[in-house]
């Protein structure tokens, strides 16, 4: 079943303390990004990444990191988590203009 | 500045009747636009999408149409099913950026009442 596959589904962390969201999808799409949730503002994105070893910053790239070393996964990093960081956050994979979602994490970051 | 605006943050309609939920844009560069239909607790699916060289496309009950000139596209769902009841994103993107990234509009919650 083609799908992107995020976790942790729930985290709650404490501001400061660093924290990884993995991202897999097994379409071989090169395009991944990233997308955070917030009410009112729809979905705007974090970071994205064209290709392995390529990201560049989205609209709101503030206080996260990406890597891609392989296709299939794109990790989101934040090294020090603020709670202006809580949030619903999605990663996609693209084929040709169409974004396939993961099912999402939510992070509260108190 | 919001280039994607759905104004209309619910919408409520009977089981059987038309949905319609409305998006305005303001960037003229936006050549593709695509609707997002999104559960509690699952990320964003897609629906339908349509390019600006059309005006209207058409997914058994869903079509959107697509008025480049008021920069406006809407959502027709008909008839309506209780398993409707979701948010609705519209996205759009401009040809440029190599085929990723999506500008999403503020969703609208849309109830299907039985």
């Known amino acids: 079943e083609a799908q992107v596959t995020q976790n942790p589904r729930y985290l709650i962390t404490v501001t400061g303390k660093k924290l990884t969201v993995t991202c897999s999808q097994n379409?071989?799409?090169?395009?991944m990004s990233w997308y955070r949730q917030d009410p009112g503002l729809g979905l705007r994105q974090i970071y994205y990444?064209?290709?392995?070893?390529?990201?560049d910053k989205g609209d709101v790239p503030e206080g996260y990191k990406v890597s891609r070393k392989e296709k299939r996964n794109f990790p989101l990093i934040l090294e020090s988590p603020s709670p202006n960081q809580t949030s619903l956050y999605f990663c996609?994979?693209?084929?040709?203009?169409?974004?396939?979602f993961g099912q999402g994490t939510r992070l509260t970051v108190v | 500045d919001q280039q994607v605006k759905q104004n209309s943050p619910s919408l409520s309609v009977q089981e059987g009747r038309i949905s319609i939920l409305n998006c305005d844009y303001t960037?003229?560069?936006?050549?593709?636009f695509l609707w997002y239909k999104k559960y509690p607790a699952e990320g964003p699916t897609f629906l339908i999408s349509?390019?600006?060289?059309?005006d209207k496309n058409e997914d058994g009950r869903f079509t959107v149409f697509l008025n480049k000139s008021a920069k406006h596209l809407s959502l027709h769902i008909v008839p309506s099913q209780p398993g409707d009841s979701a948010v609705y994103f519209c996205?759009?993107?401009?040809?440029?950026?190599?085929?990723?990234?999506?500008?999403f509009g503020q969703g609208t919650e849309l109830s299907v009442k039985p």
């Open positions: 996609a994979s693209s084929s040709w203009r169409v974004a396939f």
């Open positions: 379409m071989n799409h090169e395009y």
């Open positions: 990444s064209m290709n392995v070893e390529v990201t």
């Open positions: 960037n003229s560069m936006f050549d593709y």
């Open positions: 349509i390019s600006s060289i059309k």
């Open positions: 996205a759009a993107s401009e040809g440029n950026n190599q085929g990723g990234k999506l500008i």
